[in-house]
């Protein structure tokens, strides 16, 4: 491959791409670093997610036995009527005893992707279909003891379905249509407990709009 | 009490402040509402926070195996330096095996006070005390499967430690000071994975900065 101990231009040029694709792997190295997995202490297994407490050892080399759910992820729909209105649901949550202002949500179901997860779940949980997708990136709501990454989408092009899509069971829903300004004056009023997720994707939301 | 079959002014006012207690219990009821609690199934207790799985009775009458994590919630500040910059940290989070950017904030302690738990995480995990603090409301970061509120509050006329606070051992925190505008671009970047509870403060603050 060398040839007078030289390298020809196709080479320099491997090499450069193989330089590139590890600076940016050094690049990211502050924002993706793996702890130490040492042992698995104890496990609970619920519904949708389970409870495990680890021994690991963490990048800064401190050790210790942490709890957290291991959740399979989430996806999340914002979705806005053609006349520019947001659907937002009031839904019962059994954790915090009370029912809390969200948007359409759900858990991935195993092998699903997340735009075709909330494609079903704004459907059975708003009663809508949507025509148009956009991504607004992932969050995380809980990293202190969990490892769910819930996806956001805006849906758009909205359709009201005329027939009812059955959800879970114990889901407890009522659909709200809200003009953009009365969702902002619910945040603001100290009325609502908020929802992270739900405020976080709303403010994703606003920001893509306001580019258009 | 009652003079010839009618009510006195007295007992008109009396009646009248109960009937409005009792029609702000009524329209509160949709938004506060507890499960039947039926028995524990199991229980992991971690450091700050324990794991349960009970059988519950819904509002809506459905019954279940739930599982959540019950923590003694928590407090979060967005600092605003004098200059109108933000204060936020880089904090490593083993759950999600990434750094993020957060807002200070941590669990309560047995006893404390949501302010007097944000005046000292402040001061271990930004290096800053804070001297104006105004309330922003109080977040669910996952309902779905914990009871944690966090309590927010915007905090102003800061001052700079002289001196380090230690905080928790297992703490990786790097503390930075930006402007607002770059802040949102942070998070509409789509190179971040947002924190729910950073971008609802953020929003809070934003919104209570804008009405002053």
Chains 1, 2 share one sequence.
């Not at 075709?116 to 779940?121: G, L, V």
């Not at 359709?159 to 603001?188: A, F, H, M, Q, T």
Request: with cysteine; aromatic share 10%.
């Amino acid at each position: 491959m060398i040839q007078n101990g030289l390298l020809n231009d196709l080479q320099y040029q491997k090499i450069t791409v193989k330089l590139i694709l590890y600076l940016k792997i050094m690049c990211n190295k502050n924002l993706i670093k793996r702890s130490i997995f040492k042992e698995k202490i104890s496990e609970l297994k619920s519904k949708k997610f389970s409870f495990e407490i680890n021994r690991i050892e963490l990048p800064n080399g401190h050790e210790g036995e942490y709890g957290y759910i291991k959740h399979p992820g989430a996806a999340l729909a914002v979705p806005i009527t053609k006349d520019n209105k947001v659907i937002i649901l009031r839904q019962y949550r059994f954790a915090v005893s009370r029912y809390l202002l969200e948007f359409p949500a759900g858990t991935l179901e195993i092998g699903e992707t997340p735009i075709n997860s909330i494609k079903r779940e704004i459907q059975e949980e708003a009663g809508f279909s949507a025509n148009k997708w956009d991504e607004l990136g992932t969050l995380v709501p809980a990293p202190g003891y969990a490892d769910e990454e819930i996806y956001l989408f805006l849906a758009r092009d909205l359709s009201k379905l005329n027939y009812e899509v059955r959800g879970d069971l114990d889901e407890d829903i009522e659909v709200l249509i809200l003009d953009p300004d009365k969702l902002d004056n619910l945040i603001s009023s100290g009325d609502e407990i908020l929802d992270a997720k739900t405020v976080t994707a709303w403010f994703r939301a606003k920001q893509f709009l306001d580019k258009l």
